[in-house]
């Protein structure tokens, strides 16, 4: 069998990093993160393949995050959010790879996720 792809997923939210857990573990090998902080720190030593990122956390700037993201490493992301703000969402949109709305569906997740990473659905 052969490796599993590697995502990292940081979320402020428990139950949505419970929620990425459920739906992901048994296809990807992930690294959950609540703190922004230690989502970038860790990707020196992860290397993930993937990362998954909300935008709207509790004392960052989304958009100087996902810049921050670009200097940590080159792995694509992919952002989650449910702000309606068009502000982010444009921003977001320039900045990375894909944009999902929250709540969202968790099959056009794992899709979105399976055509970045040349993997097939279940």
């Known amino acids: 069998m052969s490796e599993k792809y590697k995502v990292a997923v940081v979320d402020d939210d428990?139950?949505?990093l419970s929620l990425y857990e459920a739906l992901l573990s048994e296809?990807?090998?992930?690294?959950?993160?609540?703190?922004?902080?230690?989502?970038?720190?860790?990707?020196n030593q992860e290397s993930p393949d993937l990362?998954?990122?909300?935008?709207i956390m509790p004392g960052v700037n989304a958009l100087?995050?996902?810049?921050?993201?670009?200097?940590?490493?080159?792995?694509?992301?992919i952002a989650v959010s449910g702000?309606?703000?068009?502000?982010?969402?444009s921003g977001a949109?320039?900045?990375t790879q894909a944009f999902i709305t929250k709540p969202f569906?968790?099959?056009?997740?794992?899709?979105?996720?399976?055509?970045?990473l040349g993997t097939d659905r279940i």
Do not use: G, W
């Open 105 to 116: 569906d968790n099959m056009e997740l794992i899709q979105v996720i399976d055509d970045f």
């Open 93 to 95: 949109l320039h900045q």
């Open 64 to 77: 100087s995050f996902l810049q921050d993201l670009k200097n940590h490493s080159k792995a694509p992301v």
């Open 14 to 16: 428990q139950s949505v």
């Open 51 to 55: 990362l998954i990122v909300d935008l």
């Open 27 to 43: 296809r990807y090998h992930l690294f959950l993160y609540s703190n922004p902080q230690e989502f970038l720190n860790s990707l």
């Open 83 to 89: 702000s309606r703000d068009s502000r982010v969402t």
